[in-house]
């Protein structure tokens, strides 16, 4: 029994591993297998070489294979870099390069003011159609997340966010702007504000939305032939007065997006 139990929560693990970095349960086996053939009593053995090997792995051997599932890592600059580091750590910042070309000329553009790029989910490295949750489309290396822009409560630009993750504290709508959030929570859509308890904690809260900043950053993306679409909750886009047909509503099926912009190549 007790074999038993221990095997399934080995399995367990494996999946957990898998679902969150893609090439954690391969590298957990790997590891169990060496750790059984070293002959060496150590504390922690096991996590040791799995920690060893998955490092390795991200760092050096997963960049080596990524481009021939045509997806390379987010290229980072002087204006481009994750909100967490969490998000390279664990293999999801994969993307294909012409995404990577679109953000660098956006950053281009955004030369001579304080706003950078940051980015949250991309995609992993490896295969089409594999799940990188909680997200529904982000398995191809078309799509990123990117941070919203706030400013201090004088109207300064920051590159600070408000949660630690870079998820989860929304923009809510005001009395007067249209509140899609209520109509799909309302009609049974209970997943829609799931990211409030990815936050990971909440910081700098003394910051703002920049409508300003976050308008620019957009109108620059919107510069690129290659993007897609662009989702952004319809109170916002409403708010920053938008208008081009790319920015799109996402769905009552994904989670809100007015805690980060979401964008495609076509």
Not at 7 to 18: E, F, N, P, S
Not at 203 to 231: A, C, M, P, W, Y
Request: net charge positive; hydrophobic share 40%.
């Amino acid at each position: 029994m007790k074999i038993l139990l221990k095997t399934l929560l080995k399995i367990i693990l494996v999946g957990i591993l898998t679902l969150l970095t893609q090439i954690g349960g391969i590298v957990y086996l790997v590891s169990l297998v060496i750790s059984k053939k070293w002959n060496r009593k150590l504390k922690f053995k096991t996590s040791i070489v799995f920690l060893s090997l998955y490092i390795l792995s991200t760092l050096l051997i997963v960049p080596f294979f990524a481009p021939i599932f045509g997806r390379e890592k987010v290229i980072h600059s002087e204006k481009i870099s994750p909100t967490n580091y969490m998000t390279v750590l664990l293999n999801r910042n994969y993307v294909r390069p012409e995404l990577n070309e679109l953000l660098s000329q956006t950053e281009k553009k955004l030369s001579g003011t304080k706003i950078e790029i940051h980015y949250l989910d991309a995609n992993f490295p490896f295969i089409n159609k594999f799940p990188l949750l909680p997200h529904l489309s982000h398995n191809d290396g078309k799509k990123i997340d990117l941070s919203l822009i706030y400013e201090s409560e004088f109207g300064e630009i920051t590159n600070k966010q408000k949660t630690i993750s870079g998820y989860g504290l929304f923009e809510n709508p005001k009395s007067s702007e249209y509140n899609q959030i209520d109509k799909c929570l309302t009609n049974g859509y209970f997943q829609y504000d799931f990211p409030k308890y990815l936050t990971l904690g909440q910081i700098n809260k003394e910051l703002v939305f920049s409508k300003k900043g976050t308008k620019k950053l957009i109108q620059n993306l919107l510069k690129s032939q290659d993007l897609g679409k662009l989702f952004i909750e319809p109170h916002l886009k409403s708010r920053m007065n938008l208008k081009n047909n790319r920015i799109r509503y996402h769905g009552c099926r994904a989670v809100r997006h007015d805690d980060h912009i979401h964008i495609q190549l076509k």
